[in-house]
């Protein structure tokens, strides 16, 4: 309640007084209407009159609006930095105090809306915390009300105070909004206006608030109260009253129906100098973002990137988004950001040291020092990006390396956080206990090399713009101030001493982490046993490189030391560094070893020196210029000198007993000048004696023979040999000098071979003086040639040659001998062809001679040979008896005796000695052998000729060798008659008698008999024979089985009945003893007197219309058929034929003379029904009826009478379920049965592909043909089937049906694959992602596929086709929000094995391959080389020192190449060289080692493009050795810059000093071997059993969770299953759902009817094929509203459009997506904000939303929109009419109105006329209808249903393979048997080893040294049986 209190006063009249203002201005009548009300007033007697008591005034001291949009200029402005970001962290600040107590992610989001589309410029910034209600949106209004002072309710009752929130590590307890002041001081510092949007939780209102500078500057105009407004309160989503210059918010606003509670602070009028600052400098001002909230974004602890185990427990679930829409737009998570100052402090310190802070107020401080240390030239303490960096003082003579900058130099230790926010502008230099003091041992660098941070809680104060504390530094540096340390094990506590362990802090740091020299390359760990003491000796780590002072020296580098005494040259062997090492690492200091060069000069030789010894300033040239000087000591070449001038030249042939020498030897370098047989190495001795060593080799068949002399050196003389005794051994002779040391007479030095010189020469036999006879056999035969060798020696039994003109001359008495010629063969003097001729005894005697060989000129010329001779070759042949010619009676045999003789005419016997006897013209032929005694008989077989005239007959008789046709003699033979049967004779006894003739044809009538037949038999001279009873016996005929014997013996026939067929002719015969002799003839019928007419009709059946194919032939026949002679050719004229429709135009009756009948032509019906008629021909007295069947005409066209119903429509790949009938005809229009018409279907244009039942068939016996069309194949558009006949190759015409082919949405046509061709591909490494999309028929994604059905196919090599052994990859899980039209397969793995690789992508439906993707080949790379191996295994060798070199042979002819870890070749442009080095096994040591040939202890090998070729490699004679020791051979690269550390090939040999045991050991390591290769199959084998099995048990589990999961989607689907179904019944559901969808498809449907012969990419289609209207009526109406543009062609760029445009010559309508743009959705013009300002009748909506799209439907939406616009569809006319009114009335715009009646309400308002009503609905091309809803609810069952049947299939694959897997347990059970046989016969071979090696014992574990681990097989085995 209010009071007016007043008072009243009276002034006399004559007083004066004034009225005045406190500031003493008079107020008058103008001033008055100035004043305000409430202001304060003084009446005086004048205005300077004095007061005479003390006064008050009421004041208003609301402060200026400038103090609320200007504030925030002043106060980021006042550090001198860049204001804007501080400015956001004040609004983020909000955000995080709004978002406290969110359980789940809390999102902050910053949103800078810079894209003029959208609006003007703005900033968002978003959060998803609390919101806030009216009453604390009105509070945060008001100005620097803090939230200690908040009222939060309007009732008190409900308000709540500040409560502090509970303390928290790093006091991250967001409680960071605090002095209501930041918030709007930022909002007007980035723009003029800032708009609050806020939701509260469980508020169903947001609650909006807008204060903006323009809207202060008109209230204080205006002389309003600036500060107040309004607050408005709406529903969600409600963007009505958005201005379209702030439509950016529309998107905002949309997306608060989806939020529980939100902030939104929108600021706009940023100026333009921010919105280029934010975006240019993006990255900048959101690092310093990132730097100010680090730890809230990564937690407490930092963002540890390197190491994870150091970053916090908790990451906190707080998003800082910054998202920067323009073009381009882009966005960033400040968690994201790497390079903030706090990330670079935590990620480059190597250790911290934390401590606590209280203060006397109970101010807490957590504090943090991190060290950064020096790296080798370099400080890591990181630079500040925004900071300059202070510049190096001159007087720093600390740094000695001049690279080392200032660490943190002049800036402050300590940045301050404040509740876990940084305070920017504060930071603290240092501590009293953190200072160096005057007289530290610790470099003073080292304090310039820690950071640090201190993180206070909310007792510390900070200004309101939260940018610099008030008393932070004051508070800590109080005296009362307590630091303690921090340590992990325990908590700060006050006894201890923070300065001193901050000192031992800090000298850890700097012993432990500052690093001088980098040593890298690590290769190993070694013992020195070269040192003194032993506690030095172990571990030294052993290094390929070091980085010293800027500079990379590494293994293999020449170097040259200083401070050395002699200086050294030498390469550097390897880097060592005392301590436990494994990989690279930073030290103070560190040993190198070197070897000293030139190698050879020092014998490989090496040095251990500190590295400090290395001279940096020597240069290459300088270093190889002295290596090269001290060359010219090593010894290069012999010079040979023969000192009696007779040298003897190179491959000389000398004769035997030639003397050898004297000759002088002498040493020289490489110069030519002499060493003095000495090596000087530069030591203070004399340097190193050479002798040099003689060695003659003589090279024989058996081996070579050597002779060794030493030479030692005679000063100024060289080296003397004397002259050696004769060379009486015959062959090639090698002499060779060698410079041997003179101490141990080794041939190498230095790695290197001296010299040596060499001299090749021949010694040869001398002249022939004897010759002994070789080997020849002492039985000979006549006329066999046959070989003396001789033997030709010298005088010292040598073999030796003859002169050229020399000839032997052979003697023996009684014989005549011969040869043919002579010759050599090798040392042997052969006389060839021998020959020995005379008369001897029979084959079974021999009888000796003696054979004189003779060679005139020769010391001992003569030689006698005993030999004996027997009977030769057969040369002839001798016959008895002597008589010619021999006579014999015909059909009897013939005898002869034969003998066989050699040249000499003896009888001879020898093996195969086959006679034959052969008689010239007849087939008769007779052998005999002769190879036992040379002579035999020959009987030939009865000989048999035809006797003429009774004369005898002469032949010849040929006999001769079966094997020597040569051999042979011919006799003749004279053949007399016999008195046999020979002939026969046949006669005719009736009124006459007939003699018949052999093979005579008799004519004789038809059906008569041939009677009185007699025969007469003679023999060879002619003589009748006379017929007996067993003559007659033999008497044989043809033509009848009843035959009287009595009637044969007086010579009668059976009678012979004649055919009565006038063609059928018969032969007859008659013959005597099986037809030796016969006699035949042949009877041929005539035919009788005529008895009928004949008419002989072509064919029975004819075509209406069709004359007959042939003539009617009319003949006179007899009784029997048989043509007569009793036509003529006058009888034509006479002759008639009649019947029913016979056209008789053309009939014609033709004479035959050749056949005596009549030709009937030119007979056709043209009329009357079809079936059988009756033809009656007639002459004379003769009448022949036939009977004729008429059959339809020709066929002339087809006629359909059944099939589907027009309009057609199908589906691409689809058929046509209704077959088509098709009906022959003829032209009278008879159905016609010609079975020889083949009807064909054929479709049109040929780019459509049609699959029939049939493509061509002939008409069935009705005539019809129905063809059924399984599958349409083509592009989208209109298309015909014709049917067409074909007969006699003409074509018969047919029927056309057109059709229309839809495309298919749900047939995959095409998979294309995306992934990064660029990728290069390490073998065994990850694939880069491959994108594989499916395409439609349609050419849009297909995303229904389950990525289970995908494949990713890999095989090695090209080929066309995919092989048997391809890899199959499945494809992977989709991310989230992820495209669901693209499959991925990620992370999968490369193989193993380098080379072509071929990829191929597969889609499955089912059991199914239905798409095969392009092939894409790959090159499957090496991946990164790591070690040097060989191409196969070796086997372990055993080795001895024997002399032997095979004994000794380590390896031979193998490759050594430098691979990846997979085994492929990686290393062909790595050059370098293999280090071979013998070492113990596991780095035992050993006294002695065994050496290389040469006595080396290492041999090198050029590697060469990563690979190197060892031919042999072997111990020396007598090497030394432990007997039965176990070494390895190491095989160490050595290269250039590996891009890896290379690992050596190692190969263990053993060492024996005795052969015997070396070959037992062999044996016993080989068979160890093999058991051990079978061991490890044997366990590789139960392993991957094992593994396979559980695999298997785990693929079954998850496929029963599928399927159960499925059998779930089935049950929601309606589809009844209680039970796992078998695939049967799913397949009956399959085709239950197939049919009813099938049927579906088949009912008939609207469809739009112009073809889309357009397709690609970016074609959508035409505008009516791209949506389907349901409903009838409005589809008609739409359609022919926009017929215009129904067949305009929509594509996705202007590109497409242009070139569509281009191909069609400007007639095709086109029209590009990206060159459209329409308004957003807007409600009908009758709604405003949401209410209806009438109420309209007639249903009116936008045509458009009637539009159903199936595919593309966001780009569909955009097409219509731009056709359609605002086009309203309403009932009826009359509705349009009254709405159209209505909304005019209230100043609306209205568009263009459709009717469901075909009416069209222009937007101008224009109705009725021809343009405004749509034509009948059958003239209108119309949008098509959809598929009912039920038929995609099909499709969805069948997708699922398909899905539960692949599961069910992969279920019983799964089960299956698991039954056949746990059935082969036997055969796992029989192999863990066999390695149990395996280990213990590797025990007893380890036994026989132990026994064979001395002093060692049986290991522990056989197969440990060949990396197996024994497992228990029983054990397996028993777990085996428990898990099946």
């Known amino acids: 309640m209010g009071y007016d209190l007043e008072m009243e006063f009276a002034v006399p009249s004559y007083q004066r007084f004034v009225l005045v203002t406190t500031d003493r201005t008079v107020v008058n009548d103008g001033k008055y209407k100035e004043l305000q009300d409430g202001s304060t007033l003084y009446l005086l007697q004048n205005k300077d009159q004095v007061l005479p008591v003390a006064t008050e005034e009421n004041i208003n001291f609301v402060p200026h609006y400038n103090t609320l949009i200007e504030s925030g200029t002043f106060e980021y402005f006042a550090e001198g930095q860049k204001s804007l970001p501080c400015a956001l962290a004040e609004l983020v600040d909000n955000a995080l105090s709004a978002t406290a107590k969110n359980t789940g992610v809390r999102t902050i989001e910053i949103q800078l809306l810079f894209d003029r589309t959208f609006g003007k410029p703005a900033v968002v910034v978003l959060d998803n915390g609390c919101g806030m209600t009216s009453k604390q949106l009105n509070n945060w209004a008001v100005y620097r009300l803090s939230k200690f002072m908040r009222e939060n309710s309007t009732f008190e009752s409900e308000r709540d105070a500040y409560v502090r929130p509970d303390p928290v590590p790093r006091s991250l307890n967001s409680d960071i909004s605090y002095f209501g002041v930041g918030g709007k001081q930022a909002a007007f510092h980035i723009g003029d206006s800032v708009r609050m949007i806020s939701k509260p939780i469980s508020s169903p209102d947001v609650h909006e608030l807008v204060l903006s500078k323009e809207e202060f500057q008109k209230k204080e105009q205006n002389k309003e109260d600036v500060f107040k407004g309004t607050i408005l309160n709406r529903k969600p989503g409600d963007y009505s009253h958005v201005t379209s210059s702030e439509r950016f918010l529309h998107e905002v606003i949309k997306e608060e129906t989806g939020r529980d509670s939100f902030t939104a602070v929108v600021i706009t009028g940023v100026c333009p100098e921010h919105i280029k600052y934010l975006k240019q400098d993006f990255s900048e001002w959101t690092r310093q973002l990132a730097h100010i909230y680090h730890y809230y974004i990564h937690g407490p602890n930092g963002n540890h990137k390197t190491d994870n185990s150091l970053g916090s427990n908790v990451i906190p679930q707080i998003d800082i988004l910054v998202t920067l829409r323009d073009k381009p737009s882009y966005s960033m998570n400040l968690r994201k950001v790497e390079d903030d100052l706090q990330t670079l402090y935590i990620n480059s310190a190597v250790d911290t040291f934390e401590f606590k802070v209280k203060t006397s107020e109970g101010g807490t401080v957590d504090g943090v020092l991190r060290y950064h240390p020096f790296l080798y030239d370099k400080e890591t303490y990181p630079k500040d990006l925004n900071v300059l960096q202070a510049p190096v003082e001159e007087d720093d003579y600390e740094n000695e390396s001049g690279t080392m900058n200032q660490a943190r130099g002049k800036r402050d230790i300590f940045e301050c956080f404040w509740n876990g926010r940084l305070i920017p502008y504060t930071t603290v230099s240092e501590f009293d206990w953190c200072r160096r003091p005057n007289k530290s041992v610790l470099p003073a660098e080292c304090y310039s090399r820690f950071s640090g941070v201190l993180f206070t809680n909310d007792k510390f104060r900070v200004n309101a713009s939260k940018q610099k504390f008030m008393d932070l530094e004051l508070k800590l540096k109080n005296k009362d101030t307590l630091f303690t340390p921090v340590s992990n094990v325990q908590k700060a506590s006050k006894g201890r001493n923070i300065q001193k362990e901050f000192t031992q802090w800090l000298q850890n740091c700097n012993s432990q982490f500052d690093k001088q020299v980098k040593f890298l390359g690590f290769i190993k760990t070694v013992e020195r046993k070269d040192l003194p003491t032993k506690k030095m000796q172990h571990p030294w780590a052993v290094f390929s490189s070091i980085e010293l002072n800027g500079k990379i020296l590494k293994a293999k580098q020449i170097v040259k030391t200083q401070k050395t005494v002699p200086v050294l040259y030498g390469t550097v062997n390897h880097f060592l560094l005392f301590g436990n090492h494994d990989g690279d690492v930073f030290a103070t200091g560190g040993q190198v070893e070197i070897i000293r060069e030139p190698a050879a000069l020092y014998d490989n030789s090496t040095k251990i020196i500190p590295i400090s010894k290395i001279d940096l300033t020597a240069t290459t040239e300088s270093i190889n210029k002295n290596i090269e000087n001290d060359l010219d000591k090593l010894p290069a070449k012999l010079n040979v000198d023969w000192p009696e001038g007779n040298p003897w030249p190179q491959d000389a042939v000398f004769p035997s007993g030639t003397p050898l020498g004297p000759f002088r030897v002498e040493i020289l370098n490489r110069n030519g000048k002499s060493i003095s047989s000495k090596i000087q190495t530069g030591g203070q001795g004399t340097g190193i004696k050479l002798n040099v060593r003689l060695t003659v080799i003589l090279h024989g068949p058996k081996g070579e023979t050597k002779v060794c002399l030493l030479a030692p050196y005679i ?33 190498v030095y230095g790695n290197k071979k001296l010299p040596s010189y060499e001299h090749k020469f021949t010694i040869k036999a001398g002249n022939a003086e004897s010759f002994t006879v070789g080997t020849v056999n002492t039985s000979q035969r006549v006329g066999v040639p046959f070989n003396i060798p001789l033997q030709i020696k010298d005088c010292s039994g040598h073999s030796t040659t003859l002169p050229p003109e020399l000839q032997p001359a052979l003697q023996c008495s009684d014989l005549e001998l011969s040869y043919e010629t002579t010759g050599w063969s090798g040392n042997t003097f052969i006389i060839k062809g021998v020959k020995a001729k005379g008369r001897v005894q029979d084959y079974q005697q021999s009888k000796s001679y003696d054979l004189k060989v003779t060679l005139p000129g020769l010391k001992n010329d003569t030689q006698i040979i005993k030999i004996s001779l027997l009977p030769g070759n057969p040369h002839s042949l001798h016959v008895k008896p002597d008589v010619n010619p021999v006579k014999v009676e015909n059909g009897s045999p013939v005898s002869f005796n034969v003998e066989v003789h050699d040249e000499a005419g003896n009888i001879t016997a020898n093996p195969k000695q086959i006679v034959s006897c052969q008689i010239v013209g007849l087939n008769l032929q007779s052998v005999t052998d002769c190879s036992s005694t040379g002579a035999s008989q020959i009987v030939t077989e009865p000989v048999n000729l035809k006797i003429i005239n009774g004369e005898p007959q002469m032949l010849n008789v040929r006999f001769y060798m079966t094997n020597k046709k040569n051999v042979a003699i011919t006799r003749e033979l004279k053949v007399m008659p016999s008195c046999r049967v020979s002939h026969m004779e046949l006669f005719c006894q009736g009124v006459e008698k007939l003699e018949l003739k052999n093979e005579e044809k008799i004519e004789w009538q038809a059906g008569g008999v041939l009677e009185n037949l007699v025969y007469k038999l003679y023999d060879e001279s002619g003589r009748e024979v006379q017929v007996t009873p067993e003559i007659a016996s033999n008497i044989k005929v043809n033509w009848t089985r009843d035959v009287n014997l009595r009637a044969l013996v007086k010579g009668r026939l059976p009678d012979v009945q004649v055919p009565t067929k006038v063609q059928e002719e018969r032969f007859y015969q008659v013959s005597y003893q099986d037809q030796r002799v016969s006699f035949c003839f042949t009877i041929v019928p005539c035919p009788d007197e005529p008895a009928r007419l004949k008419a002989t009709v072509p064919e029975n059946t004819v075509r209406l219309g069709e004359s007959f194919a042939a003539p009617i032939k009319l003949e006179l026949v007899d009784q029997y058929d048989n043509v007569t002679k009793g036509l003529t050719s006058a009888c034509v004229k006479s002759m008639t034929v009649e019947a029913e429709g016979l056209d008789k135009s053309n009939i014609a009756f033709i004479w035959q003379e050749s056949i005596s009948s009549v030709a009937v032509t030119g007979m056709r019906f043209h009329s009357g029904p079809l079936g059988p008629r009756e033809v009656r021909f007639s002459y004379s007295n003769y009448t022949e009826v036939v009977i004729i069947k008429v059959t339809a005409g020709i066929p002339v066209k087809l006629k359909l009478l059944s099939g589907p119903k027009p309009p057609l429509q199908v589906l691409n790949g689809h058929g046509i379920p209704t077959p088509f009938l098709l009906q022959l005809c003829d032209e009278w229009g008879n159905p016609s049965p010609d079975q020889r018409v083949v009807v064909e279907v054929r479709s049109s244009p040929s780019t459509v592909k049609v699959t029939t039942s049939v493509l061509s068939q002939p008409v069935d016996a009705e005539g019809k043909a129905s063809f059924t069309v399984h599958t349409v194949k083509g592009l989208k558009g209109y298309y015909q089937l014709e049917f067409k006949g074909c007969f006699n190759k003409n074509p018969i015409a047919g029927p056309f049906v057109n059709f229309n082919i839809i495309p298919d949405p749900t047939k995959p046509v095409k998979l294309s694959v995306n992934y990064d061709t660029d990728a290069r591909l390490p073998a065994g490494g990850t694939f880069p992602v491959f994108s594989v999309t499916i395409m439609s028929e349609e050419g849009s994604p297909m995303a229904t596929f389950n990525p289970a059905d995908l494949s990713m196919w890999w095989w090695k090599g090209v080929s066309s086709s995919r092989p048997e052994t391809a890899t199959e990859l499945k494809c992977s899980k989709p991310m989230e929000n992820e495209k669901k039209d693209c499959y991925h397969f990620r992370d999968k793995e490369i193989p193993q094995s380098a080379g072509k690789y071929t990829i191929q992508f597969s889609l499955r439906i089912g059991e199914t391959e239905v798409l095969l993707s392009n092939q894409i080949s790959v090159n499957i790379v090496a991946n990164r080389p790591v070690k040097l191996g060989p191409e196969c295994q070796l086997q372990t060798r055993v080795v001895s020192y024997s002399k032997d070199i095979a004994s000794r042979i380590l390896v031979e002819n193998i490759a050594l190449k430098i691979m990846d870890q997979h085994g492929n070749p990686a290393g062909q442009d790595l050059n370098g060289k293999v280090l071979v080095s013998i070492k113990c096994p596991d780095g035992k040591p050993s006294r002695t080692l065994p050496l290389f040939e040469g006595k080396t202890r290492t041999i090198d090998f050029v590697l060469k493009e990563g690979s190197t070729y060892i031919n042999r490699l072997a111990i020396m004679e007598d090497s030394p050795g432990e007997n039965g020791s176990r070494y390895v051979l190491s095989f160490k690269p050595e290269v250039t810059m590996p891009p890896t550390s290379l690992s050596p090939f190692e190969l263990p040999f053993h060492f024996y000093n005795d052969s015997e045991n070396q070959l037992k050991m062999s044996e016993l390591t080989k068979k160890k071997d093999e058991l051990t290769t079978r061991y490890k199959k044997f366990e590789e084998a139960c392993s991957s059993y094992f593994d396979l099995r559980n695999m298997l048990t785990s693929q079954v589990l998850d496929i029963n969770k599928k399927e159960t999961a499925l059998r779930d989607r089935l049950k929601r689907s309606h589809i009844s299953v209680s039970r796992p179904l078998l695939i049967p019944e799913v397949d009956r559901f399959l085709e239950e759902k197939t049919a009813e969808k099938r049927r579906i498809e088949r009912i008939p449907r609207r469809v739009f009817s112009i073809p889309n012969n357009f397709s690609g990419p970016d074609v959508l289609g035409k505008v009516g094929h791209l949506a389907v209207v349901s409903d009838d009526d409005a589809a008609w109406v739409i359609s022919w509203h926009l017929s215009g543009d129904m067949d305009c062609v929509i594509t996705r760029t202007i590109a497409e459009a242009q070139r569509i445009n281009r191909i069609e010559h400007g007639r095709q309508q086109v029209m590009a997506l990206d060159s459209i743009f329409v308004q957003g959705n807007r409600p009908l013009p009758h709604i405003r904000n949401g209410l209806e300002l009438f109420s309209p009748s007639g ?131 029989q192999k863990q048997q066999k390695m149990e046989e395996i280990t213990e016969q590797l025990e007893e071979i380890e036994r026989q080893l132990a026994s064979v090696r001395p002093g060692k014992r049986v290991a522990e574990n056989i197969l440990e040294p060949y990396g197996l681990m024994i497992k228990r097989p029983r054990q397996k085995s028993m777990e085996m049986q428990h898990t099946l």
């Open 715 to 747: 000063p100024n003389h060289g080296h003397w040999f004397k002259k050696n005794g004769c060379l009486t051994s015959l062959g090639r002779y090698s002499l060779t000098l060698q410079a041997v040391l003179h101490e141990n007479g080794a041939d």
């Open 1739 to 1869: 249903n009116p909506l936008y045509a458009r939303n009637l539009l159903i799209y199936p595919n593309e439907k966001q780009s569909c939406e955009l097409v219509f929109k731009n056709l359609l616009g605002d086009t309203i569809l309403i009932d009826d006319l009359d509705s349009a009419t009254k709405y159209r009114k209505a909304v005019v009335e209230n100043r609306i715009p209205c568009p263009t109105i459709l009717t469901r009646q075909g009416n069209r309400l222009s937007a101008r308002g224009k109705f009725g006329g021809t343009q405004n009503n749509a034509p009948p609905k059958d003239r209108v091309k119309m949008f098509g209808a959809p598929l009912p809803q039920h038929y995609y609810t099909l499709q969805e069952d069948i997708e699922l249903l398909c899905q539960y049947k692949s599961v069910l299939l992969k279920k019983k694959e799964a089960e299956d393979e698991r039954d056949v897997l746990i059935k082969k347990s036997l055969e796992l059970q």
